[in-house]
């Protein structure tokens, strides 16, 4: 089998999807027998090329149980239109594979606590719409990063982000169709909400009489906004203050992924599993960690290779103990 040119990998992680010549449907051929499973679900946010129902073959060839997609381009405010038999087939996939859960991440642009009205309005409704194709995907759970509150005080913002999610979802029935909300953490850039467990809890606390919702933590973001998860004293104590503000048992995904910059640096870079700034062993400690059992594993790694997203859940997978 050639090896693809590097300039043809899918970036997942981006959304922008490149030519197929790289495709994991490609590169893998189907497995003749199912991948080995660990006892924690491990997933990739996983390409949606060439329609959104492929992501569920891409993901069991990955060996994953898991996986994450966008459901429309994360970086443009025109939505993807769904077909029926699209959402049929991902779903009969998924049945099939047994991944679960599928977790939907938001588009990027969508900013709940805007203060021009113009761009709320556009992030109100491009969230109702990332409610209603994860409706029609049957998907788990939708992940949305709280926003920026620049131009307000931190408590108004969170104010809005209630109001705008609440708004957006309204009439929808999350609750009776098994759709939950979940709020990642950021990684605490100047007005970014959500830099703190404390503002991803209170925000869950006051969501939670109008939508279901619960937490996304990413370990970049954790990582970059200060905690320290590198030692196994700041690991615990870490740990402790996640259970102490959102509730351990709140978290039913984890974003699994290392970092290019320093703890405490503010910045937003992901890197492979090991590879970064956080090291290996603290994704050992976070996949064996009892309180952790029923959460899904997914990762957002980069790729800068060809089947670098297997390397990267074949990682996490070999830590589970």
Request: overall charge neutral.
């Amino acid at each position: 089998m050639t090896k693809p040119n590097k300039s043809d990998v899918i970036d997942s992680k981006s959304g922008e999807e490149v030519k197929f010549e790289n495709d994991i449907l490609k590169l893998i051929p189907p497995p003749k027998k199912p991948p080995e499973r660990t006892a924690r679900r491990i997933g990739i946010h996983t390409s949606t090329a060439g329609g959104v129902e492929h992501a569920a073959e891409r993901a069991y060839r990955l060996g994953c149980s898991a996986l994450q997609v966008f459901s429309s381009s994360p970086r443009q405010w025109k939505p993807y239109e769904l077909g029926t038999s699209q959402c049929e087939t991902m779903n009969s996939l998924r049945q099939k594979y047994d991944l679960k859960p599928l977790v939907i991440h938001a588009n990027y642009l969508i900013n709940p606590a805007a203060i021009n009205s113009t761009f709320l309005r556009k992030s109100v409704e491009a969230f109702r719409g990332e409610l209603e194709r994860g409706l029609a995907l049957c998907a788990d759970y939708l992940v949305l990063h709280p926003g920026s509150f620049r131009g307000m005080t931190r408590e108004e913002g969170l104010a809005r982000v209630v109001e705008s999610l609440s708004a957006a979802a309204d009439g929808l029935e999350l609750k009776k169709r098994g759709l939950t909300i979940l709020i990642e953490n950021t990684a605490g850039a100047e007005f970014s909400l959500g830099g703190s467990f404390e503002q991803v809890g209170v925000l869950i606390e006051f969501l939670k009489p109008s939508v279901p919702v619960a937490a996304c933590i990413d370990t970049c973001h954790t990582h970059v906004s200060g905690y320290d998860i590198t030692t196994k004293e700041g690991f615990r104590e870490t740990m402790q203050r996640l259970d102490d503000a959102v509730g351990l048992k709140n978290v039913p995904v984890w974003h699994c992924n290392d970092a290019k910059a320093a703890r405490g640096s503010k910045l937003d870079r992901h890197e492979h599993i090991g590879k970064g700034t956080i090291g290996v062993e603290p994704f050992r400690w976070l996949l064996n960690y009892p309180q952790t059992k029923q959460a899904a594993f997914i990762a957002e790694t980069p790729i800068d290779e060809p089947l670098d997203d297997q390397k990267n859940v074949d990682t996490l997978k070999s830590l589970v103990s």
